[in-house]
């Protein structure tokens, strides 16, 4: 594609102004073309189609005057009404569904306690299809009113094709389950990896508006890495997703080689506490570390020597994201965060031993308590939401990329 073609320059300044006014709307025309560096004349061309597209919408600021006219200001904002998502988020332990509309509001959200381990393609597809029809019953809407849905799941996931190529959540690998969930659903079905779309919420409603370049590491059952550069989700090839508990960290006893997701995931750490009786059962019924840790407290065992192994090579993967990206900041969350203040002070330090002199000046390491509900509803919606901001609407909406 030509770089110079204006076509293209206006799709890519649609999109731009389409942004701003997300994340700062109410917003004046002015402001857009101060904050984007696009000419006046551009922007009120844009987003007169805009508005006649019903994307955004004017609204009168009562007491803000023209300085020259005397009456309210026209400031521009999205139109919540423009179209509605399904955010679904198929986690270790349950399922979170989240309807939002155009602006990202929740309209409605439910979660299912549940654990989705190694299950069959259609047990999971009927899971998610069960849920994205009560979670939208609930938003007193019709599944003909959705005009996307997005699933995020752990592992490795190839976002154009919706292929999960490796995952926890599958007894199969490369699973197109895009495509499942659209024929049960009819609804057009996005897949991501739960690590991009959290890393997404966190720059549209989180600690990270105000930057646009971070990493975020998330640490559940698989080890997952978003990566925002310049305010856009980086992906591989095919659109894949990363995740960097396929990290090799050394080699185990018989010689095959160690990766960090065998000693510092979710699993790994759940499997060492099973060995004290008081968590046993709470391990082996999949409730998570929630639960695990309540029953530890009143017998007042000591957190395992895993824990500090798993929070010793989380500092080393964190560093080498670090080295490889140098981000001004990287944003640790997860469900090991529940391992609480001693495994945090691990990570930190590990990092800092790890992680080289220059950035550790310029890397910021942030840790963020596990995403709830509503959070991780959010982060499903907001790569859908995405999708349709780039998606062609009549003549006026930025183009999805090819």
Same mark, same amino acid.
């Given at each position: 594609?030509?770089?110079?073609?204006? @076509?293209?320059?206006?799709?890519?300044?649609?999109?731009?102004?389409?942004?701003?006014?997300?994340?700062?709307?109410?917003?004046?025309?002015?402001?857009?073309?101060?904050?984007?560096?696009?000419?006046?004349?551009?922007?009120?061309?844009?987003?007169?189609?805009?508005?006649?597209?019903?994307?955004? $919408?004017?609204?009168?600021?009562?007491?803000?005057?023209?300085?020259?006219?005397?009456?309210?200001? =026209?400031?521009?904002?999205?139109?919540?009404?423009?179209?509605?998502?399904?955010?679904?988020?198929?986690?270790?332990?349950?399922?979170?569904?989240?309807?939002?509309?155009?602006?990202?509001?929740?309209?409605?959200?439910?979660?299912?306690?549940?654990?989705?381990?190694? $299950?069959?393609?259609? =047990?999971?597809?009927?899971?998610? @299809?069960?849920?994205v029809r009560r979670v939208v019953v609930e938003a007193g809407l019709t599944l003909g009113d959705i005009g996307s849905l997005c699933v995020t799941l752990?592992?490795?996931?190839?976002?154009?094709?919706?292929?999960?190529?490796?995952?926890?959540?599958?007894?199969?690998?490369?699973?197109?389950?895009?495509?499942?969930?659209?024929?049960?659903?009819?609804?057009?079905?996005?897949?991501?990896?739960?690590?991009?779309?959290?890393?997404?919420?966190?720059?549209?409603?989180?600690?990270?508006?105000?930057?646009?370049?971070?990493?975020?590491?998330?640490?559940?059952?698989?080890? *997952?890495?978003?990566?925002?550069?310049?305010? $856009?989700?980086?992906?591989?090839?095919?659109?894949?997703?990363?995740?960097?508990?396929?990290?090799?960290?050394?080699?185990?006893?018989?010689?095959?080689?160690?990766?960090?997701?065998?000693?510092?995931?979710?699993?790994?750490?759940?499997?060492?506490?099973?060995?004290?009786?008081?968590?046993?059962?709470?391990?082996?019924?999949?409730?998570?570390?929630?639960? =695990?840790?309540?029953?530890?407290?009143?017998?007042?065992?000591?957190?395992?020597?895993?824990?500090?192994?798993?929070?010793?090579?989380?500092?080393?993967?964190?560093?080498?994201?670090?080295t490889i990206f140098a981000p001004p900041r990287i944003v640790v969350t997860g469900s090991l965060l529940h391992l609480g203040t001693p495994f945090r @002070?691990?990570?930190?330090?590990?990092?800092? $031993?790890?992680?080289?002199?220059?950035?550790?000046?310029?890397?910021?390491?942030?840790?963020?308590?596990?995403?709830?509900?509503?959070?991780?509803?959010?982060?499903?919606?907001?790569?859908?939401?995405?999708?349709?901001?780039?998606?062609?609407? *009549?003549?006026?909406?930025?183009?999805?990329?090819?």
């Amino acid at each position: 594609m030509k770089t110079g073609d204006p @076509e293209l320059m206006r799709e890519i300044n649609r999109f731009r102004i389409l942004d701003i006014v997300r994340r700062h709307g109410p917003i004046a025309r002015v402001e857009i073309s101060a904050r984007t560096e696009i000419s006046p004349t551009t922007v009120s061309a844009i987003t007169g189609a805009l508005i006649e597209d019903g994307i955004i $919408q004017p609204v009168a600021l009562g007491g803000i005057h023209e300085p020259t006219r005397g009456r309210p200001r =026209v400031m521009l904002q999205l139109d919540p009404n423009a179209a509605r998502v399904v955010g679904v988020r198929i986690g270790p332990h349950g399922i979170v569904a989240a309807v939002a509309n155009f602006k990202g509001d929740v309209l409605a959200s439910l979660e299912l306690a549940l654990r989705v381990r190694r $299950q069959p393609v259609p =047990v999971v597809a009927d899971l998610v @299809e069960d849920t994205v029809r009560r979670v939208v019953v609930e938003a007193g809407l019709t599944l003909g009113d959705i005009g996307s849905l997005c699933v995020t799941l752990p592992g490795t996931v190839e976002f154009r094709s919706g292929l999960v190529r490796f995952g926890p959540t599958f007894a199969d690998r490369d699973v197109l389950f895009g495509q499942a969930v659209a024929m049960r659903l009819g609804v057009p079905a996005i897949v991501e990896s739960d690590a991009n779309a959290l890393a997404l919420a966190e720059h549209w409603f989180g600690r990270c508006r105000d930057v646009e370049d971070f990493a975020l590491v998330l640490l559940e059952q698989a080890i *997952g890495l978003g990566i925002l550069h310049d305010g $856009q989700l980086f992906r591989g090839a095919h659109g894949l997703s990363h995740d960097i508990g396929e990290l090799v960290i050394g080699a185990k006893a018989d010689g095959s080689l160690l990766r960090l997701v065998d000693i510092a995931s979710e699993q790994a750490v759940l499997s060492e506490l099973a060995t004290d009786p008081a968590a046993r059962d709470a391990v082996h019924a999949g409730l998570g570390f929630g639960p =695990v840790l309540d029953r530890l407290a009143p017998s007042g065992a000591e957190m395992p020597d895993a824990v500090e192994r798993a929070g010793r090579a989380i500092g080393i993967g964190v560093a080498n994201v670090a080295t490889i990206f140098a981000p001004p900041r990287i944003v640790v969350t997860g469900s090991l965060l529940h391992l609480g203040t001693p495994f945090r @002070e691990t990570v930190t330090a590990s990092f800092t $031993q790890a992680v080289s002199a220059p950035l550790r000046a310029v890397t910021a390491l942030v840790f963020e308590p596990p995403a709830g509900t509503a959070r991780l509803g959010q982060g499903a919606a907001a790569i859908a939401l995405r999708e349709l901001y780039g998606s062609p609407f *009549g003549t006026t909406g930025p183009v999805r990329p090819a």
